[in-house]
């Protein structure tokens, strides 16, 4: 036989042959060497390969530093590899790829093996090592082709070239998907133990190894006891490669975790809502979206989540109280019952509510109310709704007052009165229709007199009264009528509440902000916010603006406030508009301002019983009462350039001893009264001395609800 195959096979013949043999295999690897250039066309470029950045999620931070919410396209928190625990880094090595410090990105020895596997089998065991998992992770698709297999290993390869080991494995360790929308191992940590990775105990970091090749089968949320057959297996694996004993296995496979509530956050901020929502768009708007949801911003703001929460609970509270009182036909109880089984309505038809507390110095949002539900109404009343103001826009009349000439003690005709218009006559009524004849300017503003601010526009002039309402802040349009007065036109809640504040900041406005400072993730500081300033008041002025403001709470409109926990010093106004539709009560101290703002999304009448004494007051007192609660009180301090003199209430001339009414008056030190009360004899009465007689009860115990 072998002399018939050597005669039958010529050398040249076995020559030719081999060459053949041998053009096939260059071929071949030249065909394999073009594909692999063409495939690395597409691959990311070696300096992006030097510059792997993860997508991290920016963290919001509360004044006190505690996370209020996060923005995140993949839920990730980055850690250096020595805070993750090696019992950790030995599981995920054990059960995804025995042979990673062995290999060089390709573990050809045990790709051959799943081959063969894959061929004789109907099992499809992986064969991707931890590096070629982040390369895909990183840089490709989930899609199950050659092409994206090839591109893979050709990534392995590169990543291995550029990064140590330690390197990939902490690459891999922060990027790897655990499932229930987590990425890395300490956002796993959190989202299923509810600790940080570097406190995880050995059979929680075990359970966490093994829930990689199939997060969600895997998850300890959705099956525990399969969690805990799949620990099981990757314990073995570590005795296998060395990394335990079968005594450490055993004792770890015998350990019980303790799994978080598997309930997940909803996408929507659950908690000061619509503050977080402004904060979303202002970064979204200076950073893009990549920057808001890859980049790991850290975003330092002003509000201060025990006051929030003071506020949300406040006001619900409150708002749940009236819709059971009133009896309104829609209340947010039936709405939630409606949209529970489907039944949405088109509009949101519940009583809301809005409210802002700010620092009265600095301008800082210390919290932000502005709707009920953010997931029903995305609308923020608080910074972005006009509504008619009603009487809370009377203090900027009775400021223009006090710089043309007017006094405390200034006496003013509660009476009715028609007041040409150009286009008519207008005639102004007051809340209760009633009429009490001629009254102090303090006492007309405290008890929101209509006709006595009627009264007062019509001879200062509404030009003044505009340009005094844009030297505080107020950029909202307002008409040019003298029932401007009233509230007419419409206003905004900060805007106002901001516009109060400098009569209590010694005549200084500031502008509301939100945010303190951004950084990148290394700490870099992109952007600074704080306090914007401006004079607009001299401090007497802002002070007297204050103090009569004070009357409003001690015995005018809002003297119920202590009835709802707020009993310190404050200065405010009520505010009701036509028809019950818009009630308000905005109120400061020296430091803290805040507004609260009810009524329907549509002008839709709240009732009689709609004033903002009655709808919005208890809200601001019981969220003011905890703000200031354990801090001594606060009186509004006295600038030089205010006097007190001793007056008559019913002449508004100096007291003498004839006269039957009399209080101690502040006035700006040029604007008191030079006459002694000519209507009731006597002598000048003395001094002061530093002490305030309250008003005459037949003044203050005059009983009225509140005022349009």
């Known amino acids: ?155 392995a390869l590169q990543l291995e070239q550029t990064y140590s080991k330690d390197e990939i494995l902490a690459m891999y360790l922060n990027q790897v998907n655990f499932g229930s929308g987590s990425y890395g191992v300490q956002s796993a940590a959190r989202t299923f133990f509810g600790k940080d990775v570097w406190d995880l ?54 350990t019980r975790v303790v799994v978080r509530d598997g309930r997940r956050r909803s996408t929507t901020p659950a908690f000061a809502t619509h503050f977080v929502e402004e904060i979303r768009q202002h970064l979204e ?27 949300e609970e406040a006001a619900e509270k409150h ?15 039936r709405y939630d019952a409606l949209v529970d089984v489907g039944k949405r309505p088109a509009r949101v038809e519940y009583l809301m509510g809005a409210c802002v507390l700010l620092d009265t110095r600095t301008g800082a949002v210390l919290a932000l109310y502005g709707s009920r539900d953010y997931d029903d109404y995305q609308f923020n009343l608080a910074m972005q709704a006009q509504r008619q103001p009603g009487s809370i826009f009377k203090p900027v009349v009775y400021l223009t007052a006090l710089t043309r000439g007017y006094s405390p003690c200034s006496i003013l005709m509660d009476a009715p009165v028609s007041l040409n218009t150009g286009a008519g006559l207008w005639q102004p009524q007051n809340f209760d229709h009633k009429y009490l004849g001629p009254i102090t300017l303090r006492y007309g503003l405290s008890h929101s007199r209509n006709v006595v ?92 603006m204050a103090d009569l403001m004070t009357s409003t709470l001690t015995e005018g409109t809002a003297r119920a406030a202590p009835r709802y926990g707020f009993t310190k010093t404050a200065a405010g106004k009520t505010g009701t508009y036509n028809e019950y539709t818009d009630a308000w009560f905005v ?66 001339l100096l007291a003498t001893t004839g006269c039957d009414s009399t209080t101690a008056e502040s006035f700006l030190a040029d604007g008191f009264p030079r006459r002694a009360c000519d209507r009731h004899g006597g002598s000048l009465l003395g001094p002061v001395d530093g002490w305030i ?7 203050r115990d005059i009983e009225l609800e509140d005022e349009f």
């Open 285 to 311: 708007a200076s950073y893009g979206f990549e920057g808001l949801y890859t980049d790991g911003l850290r975003v330092t703001t002003t509000l201060v989540p025990q006051y929030q929460h003071w506020l």
């Open 587 to 652: 109120g400061f101290t020296p430091s803290f301002a805040a507004g609260v703002w009810v009524g329907f999304d549509t002008k839709v009448s709240m009732g009689r019983a709609g004033t903002g004494a009655h709808m919005a007051l208890p809200i601001w007192a019981e969220l003011m009462g905890k703000v200031t609660a354990g801090r001594p009180d606060e009186p509004f301090p006295r600038p030089e350039g205010i006097v007190q003199k001793r007056v008559c209430l019913r002449t508004g």
């Open 453 to 544: 601010a009627a009264r007062l526009i019509d001879d200062v002039g509404i030009v003044p009264v505009i340009e005094t309402a844009r030297r505080l802040g107020i950029t909202s349009e307002l008409p040019p009528v003298l029932s401007l007065s009233l509230g007419a036109g419409e206003i905004n809640l900060v805007e106002m509440v901001s516009a109060y504040s400098s009569f209590g900041n010694h005549g200084v406005r500031v502008e509301p902000y939100l945010i303190t400072r951004v950084e990148t993730a290394d700490g870099e500081v992109l952007e600074e916010g704080g306090v914007r300033q401006r004079e607009v008041l001299d401090p007497a002025t802002a002070w007297l």
């Open 201 to 254: 105990e050995d059979g929680e970091s075990t359970m966490l190894a093994g829930m990689i090749q199939l997060p969600e089968a895997y998850s300890p949320l959705h099956n525990l006891e399969r969690a805990y057959r799949r620990r099981t297996t990757v314990l073995e694996s570590m005795v296998a490669t060395g990394a335990l004993t079968r005594d450490e296995a055993r004792s770890i496979n015998q």
């Open 693 to 699: 007689e309250p008003a005459p009860r037949e003044l």
């Open 1 to 155: 036989m072998k002399n018939l195959l050597e005669g039958s096979i010529s050398p040249r013949r076995v020559r030719i042959a081999l060459i053949a043999v041998a053009g096939l295999l260059l071929l071949g690897v030249g065909a394999g060497l073009t594909a692999v250039r063409r495939l690395s066309r597409d691959l990311p470029s070696p300096e992006r390969i030097l510059t792997i950045e993860p997508a991290r999620k920016t963290l919001v931070l509360g004044a006190d530093g505690s996370v209020i919410h996060e923005f995140f396209v993949e839920n990730r928190t980055i850690v250096t590899l020595d805070r993750i625990p090696r019992r950790l880094q030995e599981a995920v090595v054990a059960i995804e790829d025995r042979r990673f410090y062995a290999h060089y990105g390709l573990d050809m020895k045990r790709f051959v093996k799943i081959v063969w596997v894959n061929l004789t089998s109907s099992s499809s065991p992986g064969a991707s090592t931890i590096t070629q998992q982040l390369a895909r992770n990183l840089f490709l698709t989930l899609d199950k082709t050659v092409t994206r297999k090839v591109k893979e290993m050709i990534l």
């Open 319 to 333: 708002l749940l109280r009236l819709e059971q009182e009133s009896r309104y036909p829609m209340t947010k109880a």
